[in-house]
């Protein structure tokens, strides 16, 4: 039995259909999910804080797709790393609120680099019409304790700068902010393009700190010249224009991995540091003269048949 387009076209719409369908269901499992966790993690803070260099040596034995964007320079400072937390800030309930918007919160011990005790960064999911929602964040300043001290050579200072011009104008008016007319876009881009010939350093995962996404579903479409609107297209460039002043264009995908996997599996990757000591060194806790028989006394904090697999965030 062969079907006509029109009834081939009127499957792909209902196929459509069942998809959000799933969609809604793997994000409300999400919700319920996190709600439920969220005093055990908080609970499980309160211990994770008793042990030393618990999250420099997480942060240091975590995902490759996260270490890969640390320098030699940056891991001083990961070093200092005394907290870190994640919380789903936007849930409010198991039934309401959105589970993909994060908050990370990075609490520092007295460190050479920065003046900051602590630092936030908030990810808030914005959902699109036309395609899969995104994370979009707004630029986090850091104080350096001098300009040889500043890890991403004064690229987060620029993009905090050029924000902090961007939001004076949408104060003062509503229509959409020509950031490329910006002198602040101008100095960023040409930073940019200046590190990226001379320097010989990697870039910091501290820019990070600076990454700002490329949706914004609340901004008015762009007029094309003839003064009619061209959504996909305008989208399409309002994305390509952000990315050339994006200083972390991964910073989504790190955010996920820092959340769904660094934060949710801290345990694993801390024991599996201490695994990988050489022979005759352990942890540096008080009770070192009993270090040799701690390691086969440690039970397995999960066993392998109920690890928990590592998912990602599904868009819709």
Same mark, same amino acid.
């Given at each position: 039995?062969?079907?006509?387009?029109?009834?081939?076209?009127?499957?792909?719409?209902?196929?459509?259909?069942? !998809? +959000?369908?799933?969609?809604?269901?793997?994000?409300?499992?999400?919700?319920? @999910?996190?709600?439920?966790?969220?005093?055990?993690?908080?609970? *499980?803070?309160?211990?994770?804080?008793? $042990?030393?260099?618990?999250?420099?040596?997480?942060?240091?034995?975590?995902?490759? /797709?996260?270490?890969?964007?640390?320098?030699?320079?940056?891991?001083?400072?990961?070093?200092?790393?005394?907290?870190?937390?994640?919380?789903?800030?936007?849930?409010?309930?198991?039934?309401?609120?959105?589970? *993909?918007?994060? +908050?990370?919160?990075?609490?520092?011990?007295?460190?050479?680099?920065?003046?900051?005790?602590?630092?936030?960064?908030?990810? /808030?999911?914005? *959902?699109?019409?036309?395609?899969?929602?995104?994370?979009?964040?707004?630029?986090?300043?850091? @104080?350096?304790?001098?300009? @040889?001290?500043?890890?991403?050579?004064?690229?987060?200072?620029?993009?905090?700068? $050029?924000?902090?011009?961007? /939001?004076?104008? @949408?104060?003062?008016?509503?229509?959409?902010?020509?950031?490329?007319?910006?002198?602040?876009?101008?100095? $960023? +881009?040409?930073?940019?393009?200046?590190?990226?010939?001379?320097?010989?350093?990697?870039?910091?995962?501290?820019?990070?700190?600076?990454?700002?996404?490329?949706?914004?579903?609340?901004?008015?479409?762009?007029?094309? !010249?003839?003064?009619?609107?061209?959504?996909?297209?305008?989208?399409?460039?309002?994305?390509?224009?952000?990315?050339?002043?994006?200083?972390?264009?991964?910073? !989504?995908?790190?955010?996920?991995?820092?959340?769904?996997?660094?934060?949710?599996?801290?345990?694993?990757?801390?024991?599996?540091?201490?695994?990988?000591?050489?022979?005759?060194?352990?942890?540096?806790?008080?009770?070192?003269?009993?270090?040799?028989?701690?390691?086969?006394?440690?039970?397995?904090?999960?066993?392998?048949?109920?690890?928990?697999?590592?998912?990602?965030?599904?868009?819709?």
């Amino acid at each position: 039995m062969s079907l006509s387009v029109e009834d081939v076209g009127a499957v792909f719409e209902e196929l459509g259909d069942l !998809e +959000r369908n799933f969609a809604e269901v793997e994000l409300d499992a999400l919700r319920r @999910k996190e709600f439920s966790l969220k005093p055990l993690y908080v609970k *499980r803070q309160t211990l994770l804080d008793k $042990l030393p260099d618990f999250w420099p040596t997480v942060f240091g034995n975590g995902p490759e /797709e996260v270490q890969q964007f640390f320098s030699a320079e940056d891991l001083a400072l990961i070093s200092c790393i005394k907290s870190f937390t994640v919380e789903r800030y936007q849930i409010e309930s198991e039934t309401k609120g959105e589970p *993909r918007s994060l +908050r990370f919160t990075f609490d520092f011990a007295e460190n050479d680099f920065i003046e900051d005790k602590q630092l936030v960064k908030e990810f /808030e999911y914005k *959902r699109r019409e036309d395609g899969p929602g995104s994370l979009i964040s707004k630029p986090v300043p850091i @104080k350096w304790k001098g300009n @040889k001290q500043d890890l991403t050579k004064g690229l987060l200072d620029a993009a905090v700068e $050029l924000y902090a011009a961007e /939001e004076a104008i @949408k104060v003062k008016s509503v229509e959409v902010v020509d950031r490329e007319a910006l002198w602040q876009h101008e100095k $960023l +881009r040409d930073k940019m393009v200046k590190l990226d010939e001379t320097d010989e350093d990697q870039p910091s995962f501290f820019n990070w700190f600076g990454f700002r996404g490329a949706i914004d579903s609340s901004a008015p479409k762009k007029e094309g !010249e003839n003064g009619a609107g061209n959504g996909a297209e305008d989208s399409d460039d309002d994305v390509e224009e952000m990315l050339e002043v994006e200083i972390f264009p991964a910073g !989504e995908e790190i955010a996920i991995a820092l959340a769904e996997e660094v934060w949710s599996d801290a345990m694993d990757y801390f024991m599996s540091a201490q695994d990988d000591l050489p022979d005759g060194e352990d942890l540096d806790m008080e009770d070192d003269e009993d270090d040799e028989e701690d390691d086969d006394d440690v039970p397995d904090l999960i066993p392998a048949e109920d690890a928990r697999p590592s998912k990602r965030q599904r868009k819709d």
